[in-house]
C-alpha cells in the first residue's frame, strides 16, 4: 500500500471514529455525573476521556461498542482521578436539586435529588456496577467486560448497592451535607484501592 | 434521627401499585426472590442517566472534538 491510499484510508478512519466518538458523548457525561456527582468534574473528566480516547483510537476494534470501549477509559480515569484526590469531599448539594428535578407532570415517589445524593455515598464499584446496569442499560456480562472483573462480582456489587440505596431511601436516611461525604470519602479511597489494583482489562490508555 | 418524608402516604401508595404493576408486567428469569428484584426507585436512576443524556451538548466538547482533527500532520 502506498502512503498516499494509506493517508487516506487513516484519514477516513478517523472521521468514522469521531462520529462515533461524538454520539457517545451525551452517554459519558450521564456516566460520569452519576460517577462524580458534579457536572462540572464530569464533563472535565468526559474531555480527558474523549483526549485519550483519541489518542488511543488505533485500538479500537471497528463494530464493537464505543460506548463499552469508551466507558472503560471513563471509569479508568476516574479512579485515578480519585486517588489523586482530586474529587475530595467536592460535593456539590443543591446542583443535584437544581439540575435534576423531575418534570412537573411525573409525579414521583422518590426525589431525584436524593437518588443521586445517595448514589454518591456508594462505594465507588458499587456505584459504578449500577449505573452501568440499571441506568445505562448494560448486561451483567457487558458491565463485568467494562469493569474487568467477573460477572458474579457485578451482579453482587449491583445487589449490593441496590440493598444499600433501597435502605436508605425506605429509611429516609439520604446524606444531606458534606460532613458525612468526608467520613465517606475515606471509605471510598480505602476500597479503591482494592478496586484499582485488582485484576481488570488492560485500559485503552 | 429519621428525616421527613415529604409525601409519606402518597409515596407508600404508589410504591404498592408499581410494585403490583412490575410483578404482573414483568417476570425476571432468575430473579432471586426479594433483594435482587428491582427497587422502586429503579426507574428514577434510569431518569437521572437518560436526564444528562438528553441535555445540549456543551460548546467545550465541539470545541474539543473540532481540534482533535487538527493533531494529524
Redesign the interface.
Known amino acids: 500500500m502506498n502512503k498516499a491510499t494509506s493517508d487516506s484510508g487513516e484519514?477516513r478512519a478517523?472521521e468514522s471514529f469521531?462520529r462515533e466518538?461524538?454520539a457517545v458523548?451525551?452517554?459519558l457525561?450521564?456516566?460520569a455525573?452519576?460517577l462524580c456527582g458534579r457536572p462540572d468534574m464530569a464533563?472535565d473528566l468526559?474531555?480527558e476521556t474523549?483526549?485519550k480516547a483519541?489518542a488511543a483510537r488505533d485500538r479500537f476494534e471497528p463494530g464493537t461498542s464505543m460506548r463499552a470501549w469508551t466507558f472503560v477509559i471513563l471509569r479508568n480515569a476516574y479512579l485515578t482521578d480519585m486517588r489523586r484526590a482530586r474529587f475530595r469531599g467536592e460535593y456539590d448539594e443543591g446542583l443535584a436539586e437544581r439540575?435534576?428535578t423531575?418534570p412537573a407532570d411525573q409525579?414521583?415517589?422518590?426525589?431525584?435529588g436524593d437518588?443521586?445524593r445517595a448514589?454518591q455515598t456508594l462505594p465507588p464499584e458499587r456505584r459504578e456496577a449500577?449505573?452501568l446496569v440499571?441506568?445505562?442499560?448494560f448486561s451483567y456480562e457487558e458491565a463485568a467486560e467494562i469493569c474487568g472483573c467477573a460477572v458474579g462480582t457485578i451482579k453482587s456489587r449491583v445487589?449490593r448497592a441496590?440493598?444499600a440505596?433501597?435502605s436508605m431511601?425506605e429509611?429516609?436516611?439520604?446524606p444531606?451535607r458534606h460532613a458525612d461525604d468526608a467520613e465517606a470519602h475515606r471509605a471510598i479511597l480505602d476500597e479503591l484501592e482494592q478496586v484499582s489494583t485488582g485484576a481488570g482489562t488492560s485500559p485503552p490508555d | 434521627m429519621s428525616e421527613p418524608k415529604d409525601f409519606p402516604d402518597e409515596a407508600a401508595s404508589k410504591a404498592g401499585s408499581r410494585k403490583k404493576g412490575a410483578k404482573e408486567g414483568k417476570q425476571r428469569a432468575g430473579a432471586a426472590p426479594g433483594r435482587d428484584s428491582k427497587p422502586e426507585w429503579a426507574d428514577g436512576l434510569k431518569r437521572l442517566y437518560d436526564s444528562v443524556v438528553d441535555e445540549p451538548l456543551p460548546d467545550a466538547f465541539m470545541d474539543l472534538l473540532s481540534r482533535l482533527d487538527d493533531d494529524k500532520p
Do not use: M, N, S, Y
Not at chain 1, 409525579?107 to 431525584?112: A, K, V
Open positions: 484519514r478517523g469521531k466518538l461524538t458523548i451525551p452517554h457525561r450521564a456516566f455525573r452519576g464533563d468526559v474531555q474523549l483526549l483519541w439540575i435534576l423531575a409525579e414521583d415517589p422518590i426525589h431525584l437518588l443521586h448514589l449500577l449505573l440499571g441506568a445505562g442499560g445487589g441496590r440493598a440505596l433501597t431511601i429509611e429516609g436516611k439520604i444531606r
